[in-house]
């Protein structure tokens, strides 16, 4: 075990070079004029390869990755450039990761509360009306674009319950509309694998084993098939759970939530390099860990999987 | 040769049938294992009965064989599903109808600004006296006539009943004029007349000259529940106006909730209460609940009470009797239109119309949707393929697909937006470079299923060659997967063109797409009125993905065989 995880701990460190390396040269390539603010034509030379020096961009592109990595080993992300000018980048990151992480744990756990035994109960009443009426609500969840009922949850519930419209941080009350729109789609995707996990499962051999002994309905579908059905959900608990820090684009934008939402987005919009490259490196390390998490969970979960057997089984 | 199969030879088959034919010919009365037949019966058996049974090899294997065919069993399930197969129908409805729309008459360019029309109004005249006026063009063709810089051309739409309509124009001093009404050739009903912009005010008149746009006097109405007072100068009573109206006064009739009694009618003018005074109102002869007065015309607000006082109406309505109705030219583009009988689904906030900015985006976004869809698959499955089989390039297939899948697309997005002008070309680029892993590893996985099966060991050893083995035994594997995750990338990349449009690189304005028309509408979804414009493109949204969704689902179920009886 120990020298699978070292392994999988090299791999992912090539991985994050490859990737940051690939970015940093990417937005390289970016039009030099987006750096120098809304006022190009009026600059004279001087001042624009002054503005150039001063964030480093005069220098060749593997100078600067030098520079950027002899940086990252002290582990210094570096400072905004252009998104809060001359402000840490930890500094500007670490409440917004508090507040979206605070609301995306929660709705996760409202999710995994709701959408497994919604797809629990969907499985063992295949075919019948709950089943029927659970698959309308997810295809609904999963076709109507969410950016439109996202709106509309905030608009008529804020109407029909008096629920604040914006995201207050001081006031929980305010969390509530955020968090329910958060969940729903995730609701309806853990619901849908749920279900379909556990009809896979229902139709295996040693479920009819188990009824042939005369086990009963209710420990069938306990012990037997949502057990083995649950393990390849877990692997990917771990890895949302951690991507709960990337924040909501839609969510974070209507209700005003000063999260991570759309923060990637705006600073590569605004050529932000150094906050692009820390948010990149960050997310990325989070896929990675996430990853390698989930597959530590599986074999907890489920001890018949070894991870250090000869074909790695995803 | 015998016409009956060995089967049926050797079954019962062949002797009910015998007995079913000799019974119908009236030949045999009693059962046909009475080895007793007479001769007659005997001349009337099928002489085929008799004859050599030849074994026929191909039809022996046929019979030995079940008629299992993958393709017809697949869609025989899938027909099985009801609810999958009227998804497939609205689906291609959907589809078919895109391509359809912009081939069929009186349909706008999708952008097309459209204005006003600045030199004619559209008046439009209902039975009741009610209409609609205003410059949004309702007829074909070019003008019956071009109306001179000082004159505007009204086009005129009454009811059947009406006749050929009159109409009256009057100027500010309220001098009446009548104008020459034609019929215009080229639109059946709708009539022409020229106004002059100094007399701008319009009254219609049927030609009996029993039905009129414009009266003399106005109508109060009292709802029973809450005493709210409605005044309109729409005719609402049936018989011929009163006409030996006072001079300085005018017409005015007012109806009331049947426990009201007599109305009382307080009139009060400019100066309020001090010059308030109560008028005399009588029963309208022949129509119930009908009762008319006369109030001076400079004293027009009207309060009304129950006879007893006890109910009071709950506002006070400003009846108004002057000219007619000006009718004006309105400038500027048909902005934020409701849906009418010109644009089926309203106008934007440009003047757009909604209705084939729809279909075109619908369009639009299918062909991003099938394009990213096809490219996806072609890649994807040769990349799976690659990956899955030969094993060397696993680990560089993996390193990629590690790659692609930590850095964000947006990133990507943005680079090819510099690099191209945003444009369908660009944003189809920009889906497939990092899309086709996923399929890939898919794929990938599926074939580190199958590809040591016996079945494919055995190919081995026969000496297949790989590009055999991978396009006989590996690829019809995975046919029902691959067919569901196309089905789902179609609505997948327009969902991905929708969060574009949303971040701001999504297509321009000019391309209308389902993307930037539901993005177009979240801005104005504040305006209760203008909700319309979210509405329709989420709605056609929604039901393109559920028909997709509910598809490709139906259609995957039915590919397994698994699930093939």
């Given at each position: 075990m120990g020298k699978y995880v070292l392994k999988r701990f090299g791999a992912a460190l090539l991985s994050l070079f490859i990737i940051i390396t690939l970015i940093f040269c990417l937005l390289r390539l970016m039009p030099i004029e987006g750096y120098l603010g809304p006022n190009v034509d009026k600059l004279s030379e001087e001042v624009i390869a002054a503005k150039l020096a001063a964030k480093g961009l005069d220098k060749p592109v593997p100078v600067q990755l030098f520079n950027f990595y002899r940086n990252l080993a002290r582990g210094d992300l570096g400072k905004s450039w252009i998104y809060r000018e001359n402000v840490d980048i930890v500094k500007i990151i670490k409440p917004k990761i508090k507040i979206s992480a605070k609301l995306g744990a929660m709705a996760m756990a409202l999710s995994l509360i709701v959408g497994i035994p919604l797809g629990a109960t969907m499985a063992r009443s295949k075919g019948k009306w709950p089943d029927k009426l659970g698959t309308g609500f997810i295809v609904f969840l999963q076709a109507a674009p969410s950016a439109v009922y996202f709106l509309f949850i905030q608009m008529y519930a804020t109407k029909g319950t008096g629920l604040p419209m914006l995201y207050n941080d001081s006031k929980p009350i305010s969390w509530i509309l955020p968090i329910i729109s958060l969940a729903l789609p995730s609701i309806a995707n853990y619901g849908m694998w749920m279900r379909r996990y556990m009809v896979d499962q229902m139709n295996q051999d040693y479920v009819k084993l188990a009824r042939a002994k005369g086990v009963s309905n209710k420990a069938v579908m306990m012990k037997h098939v949502f057990r083995n059905a649950f393990v390849p959900m877990v692997q990917t608990i771990p890895s949302s759970l951690l991507f709960t820090i990337m924040g909501s684009l839609y969510v974070e934008s209507i209700y005003s939530v000063p999260g991570m939402g759309g923060l990637l987005i705006d600073v590569i919009q605004r050529q932000d390099n150094t906050m692009v490259q820390a948010l990149v490196l960050i997310f990325a390390s989070v896929g990675i860990i996430g990853l390698f998490l989930g597959d530590i969970l599986m074999v907890l979960v489920d001890p018949r999987i070894s991870l250090t057997g000869k074909e790695e089984s995803r | 040769?015998?016409?009956?199969?060995?089967?049926?030879?050797?079954?019962?088959?062949?002797?009910?049938?015998?007995?079913?034919?000799?019974?119908?010919?009236?030949?045999?009365?009693?059962?046909?294992?009475?080895?007793?037949?007479?001769?007659?019966?005997?001349?009337?058996?099928?002489?085929?009965?008799?004859?050599?049974?030849?074994?026929?090899?191909?039809?022996?294997?046929?019979?030995?064989?079940?008629?299992?065919?993958?393709?017809?069993?697949?869609?025989?399930?899938?027909?099985?599903?009801?609810?999958?197969?009227?998804?497939?129908?609205?689906?291609?409805?959907?589809?078919?109808?895109?391509?359809?729309?912009?081939?069929?008459?009186?349909?706008?360019?999708?952008?097309?600004?459209?204005?006003?029309?600045?030199?004619?109004?559209?008046?439009?005249?209902?039975?009741?006296?009610?209409?609609?006026?205003?410059?949004?063009?309702?007829?074909?063709?070019?003008?019956?006539?071009?109306?001179?810089?000082?004159?505007?051309?009204?086009?005129?739409?009454?009811?059947?009943?009406?006749?050929?309509?009159?109409?009256?124009?009057?100027?500010?001093?309220?001098?009446?004029?009548?104008?020459?009404?034609?019929?215009?050739?080229?639109?059946?009903?709708?009539?022409?007349?020229?106004?002059?912009?100094?007399?701008?005010?319009?009254?219609?008149?049927?030609?009996?000259?029993?039905?009129?746009?414009?009266?003399?006097?106005?109508?109060?109405?009292?709802?029973?529940?809450?005493?709210?007072?409605?005044?309109?100068?729409?005719?609402?009573?049936?018989?011929?106006?009163?006409?030996?109206?006072?001079?300085?006064?005018?017409?005015?009739?007012?109806?009331?909730?049947?426990?009201?009694?007599?109305?009382?009618?307080?009139?009060?003018?400019?100066?309020?209460?001090?010059?308030?005074?109560?008028?005399?109102?009588?029963?309208?002869?022949?129509?119930?609940?009908?009762?008319?007065?006369?109030?001076?015309?400079?004293?027009?607000?009207?309060?009304?009470?129950?006879?007893?006082?006890?109910?009071?109406?709950?506002?006070?309505?400003?009846?108004?009797?002057?000219?007619?109705?000006?009718?004006?030219?309105?400038?500027?583009?048909?902005?934020?239109?409701?849906?009418?009988?010109?644009?089926?689904?309203?106008?934007?906030?440009?003047?757009?119309d909604l209705w084939s900015r729809m279909?075109?985006?619908?369009?639009?976004?299918?062909?991003?949707?099938?394009?990213?869809?096809?490219?996806?698959?072609?890649?994807?499955?040769?990349?799976?393929?690659?990956?899955?089989?030969?094993?060397?390039?696993?680990?560089?297939?993996?390193?990629?697909?590690?790659?692609?899948d930590n850095i964000p697309s947006t990133i990507i997005l943005m680079l090819a937006a510099y690099v191209m002008r945003p444009g369908i070309k660009t944003i189809i680029i920009a889906m497939s470079i990092t899309g086709w892993i996923g399929l890939a590893r898919f794929i990938r996985n599926q074939v580190l299923i199958i590809r040591d099966r016996d079945f494919n060991l055995a190919s081995r050893c026969l000496g297949t060659p790989t590009r055999r083995v991978i396009t006989r035994n590996l690829l019809p594997q995975m046919v029902s997967v691959v067919m569901l995750r196309m089905a789902l990338a179609i609505p997948g990349a327009i969902g991905s063109e929708v969060f574009l449009a949303y971040i701001g690189l999504g297509l321009p304005i000019a391309t209308p797409s389902l993307g930037n028309l539901v993005n177009k509408g979240r801005t104005m979804m504040m305006a209760p009125t203008l909700r319309y414009q979210l509405f329709i493109p989420a709605i056609i949204l929604s039901i393109i993905t559920i028909c997709f969704y509910l598809v490709g689902n139906a259609f995957s179920d039915a590919a397994d065989p698994k699930n093939h009886v």
């Open positions: - | 040769m015998s016409k009956y199969s060995p089967k049926e030879r050797i079954t019962g088959k062949l002797v009910s049938a015998q007995e079913e034919f000799l019974k119908k010919h009236g030949i045999l009365t009693g059962d046909l294992m009475d080895d007793n037949l007479s001769e007659e019966q005997i001349a009337g058996l099928d002489k085929d009965l008799f004859g050599l049974a030849i074994v026929d090899e191909s039809e022996a294997e046929r019979t030995g064989y079940s008629n299992y065919s993958y393709w017809g069993s697949t869609v025989r399930m899938f027909f099985k599903n009801k609810v999958a197969v009227f998804n497939l129908i609205v689906m291609l409805a959907l589809v078919l109808f895109t391509f359809i729309q912009p081939h069929l008459p009186n349909q706008f360019d999708p952008n097309l600004v459209n204005y006003y029309d600045s030199k004619a109004v559209w008046f439009q005249v209902e039975d009741d006296g009610g209409y609609t006026v205003d410059g949004m063009k309702r007829t074909k063709g070019d003008y019956a006539v071009q109306p001179a810089a000082d004159e505007i051309l009204a086009y005129i739409q009454t009811p059947s009943s009406w006749g050929t309509p009159e109409a009256f124009a009057y100027n500010e001093e309220g001098e009446e004029t009548q104008l020459a009404v034609s019929a215009d050739p080229a639109n059946r009903g709708w009539f022409y007349c020229l106004l002059s912009k100094d007399a701008p005010h319009l009254a219609v008149m049927s030609e009996d000259r029993t039905k009129s746009t414009f009266y003399d006097a106005v109508w109060l109405t009292v709802t029973g529940d809450k005493n709210a007072v409605y005044c309109s100068s729409v005719k609402q009573t049936k018989s011929e106006l009163i006409d030996n109206v006072p001079a300085g006064k005018s017409l005015v009739y007012v109806s009331a909730p049947a426990g009201w009694g007599t109305p009382q009618v307080k009139v009060q003018g400019a100066l309020g209460a001090s010059s308030a005074e109560f008028i005399k109102v009588k029963p309208l002869e022949g129509e119930d609940g009908w009762y008319y007065g006369f109030f001076p015309t400079e004293k027009n607000t009207l309060i009304l009470t129950s006879e007893d006082g006890s109910q009071k109406g709950m506002n006070r309505a400003t009846a108004t009797i002057g000219l007619p109705e000006e009718v004006r030219i309105v400038k500027g583009f048909i902005e934020n239109k409701q849906p009418n009988s010109l644009f089926w689904f309203g106008t934007n906030d440009i003047g757009q279909w075109s985006g619908t369009r639009t976004s299918l062909f991003i949707g099938m394009v990213v869809a096809a490219i996806e698959a072609v890649v994807g499955i040769l990349a799976g393929l690659l990956w899955g089989y030969v094993r060397k390039l696993d680990f560089l297939f993996t390193e990629l697909y590690n790659l692609i």
